[in-house]
């Protein structure tokens, strides 16, 4: 039954010949995952007039910083230095408080 399966998604390949390999990886967890991964994903039908997914469906995930944005933020570039000068503000109006209440203090 597979092998009718291979045949017909590669028809100019011809029949399966690597059997050998097909044994040896067989078993191997890698494979296993791999083929869990698909039996588990959401196809999304293409316009066909099937069922397709809305993009509200997929839902928002962050995505992680990558390789080159995080290089910026380690050498003190980018979006790092941008969260720096909002904590100096952060800083100076704390500091303008403390100074307030400590005049307000020294008043009384």
């Known amino acids: 039954m597979a092998n009718q399966f291979y045949v017909d998604d590669y028809p100019k390949e011809g029949p399966f010949t ?7 990886l067989l078993d191997e967890p890698k494979w296993h995952a791999i083929l869990e991964d698909l039996e588990n994903s959401i196809k999304c039908a293409l316009d066909d007039g099937g069922d397709t997914m809305e993009q509200e469906d997929i839902g928002d ?31 100076k109006k704390y500091m303008d408080i403390q100074a307030a209440a400590i005049k307000r203090h020294e008043e009384f």
């Open 18 to 24: 690597v059997y050998h390999c097909w044994k040896v």
């Open 61 to 91: 995930k962050e995505r992680p910083i990558g390789r080159n944005e995080a290089k910026k933020q380690c050498s003190g570039k980018g979006k790092a230095k941008d969260d720096d000068d909002s904590l100096h503000e952060d800083m």
